[in-house]
């Protein structure tokens, strides 16, 4: 029974490997970090939170994050909670994890306008959604 169990994971190993190696190498989306303080962290932490408890479904979702600066050139973050895929329509060029959840960021010049992303959408979304984020695994 060991046997098989190691066998089981000795093949379930190699069809992983097996996939990842097919998809192509994405650098279009880069990972960042933004959890890079404690204030930083308290507030993605509280936030997820809410999502979890009052927005999202099943405890699926994203975050979708706007950075900007205000009036006062102050670094200003806008969190929004989403269920569903209408990021595709402006696709980020960046996202960030934290503590599992995957948080999309948009750069923008205020809370109401991001700025599209430089990159080929169709190419950006592809990213996003077959492997260097996967996000289609936590909207389906």
Request: proline residues 4%.
């Amino acid at each position: 029974m060991r046997n098989l169990i190691v066998l089981a994971f000795a093949i379930t190993g190699l069809v992983c490997k097996s996939a990842s190696q097919e998809l192509p190498p994405c650098k279009e989306v880069k990972q960042v970090k933004i959890d890079t303080d404690q204030r930083k962290k308290k507030i993605l932490s509280d936030y997820i939170d809410y999502c979890v408890k009052k927005e999202w479904k099943n405890d699926k979702g994203i975050v979708m994050l706007r950075e900007f600066r205000n009036e006062l050139g102050q670094d200003c973050w806008l969190l929004i909670p989403s269920i569903d895929d209408s990021y595709k329509d402006n696709p980020p060029e960046r996202f960030a994890t934290f503590e599992g959840d995957i948080i999309l960021i948009f750069s923008a010049d205020s809370m109401q306008n991001v700025i599209p992303a430089k990159g080929d959408k169709n190419r950006l979304n592809q990213c996003l959604m077959f492997g260097h984020v996967a996000v289609i695994r936590l909207m389906s």
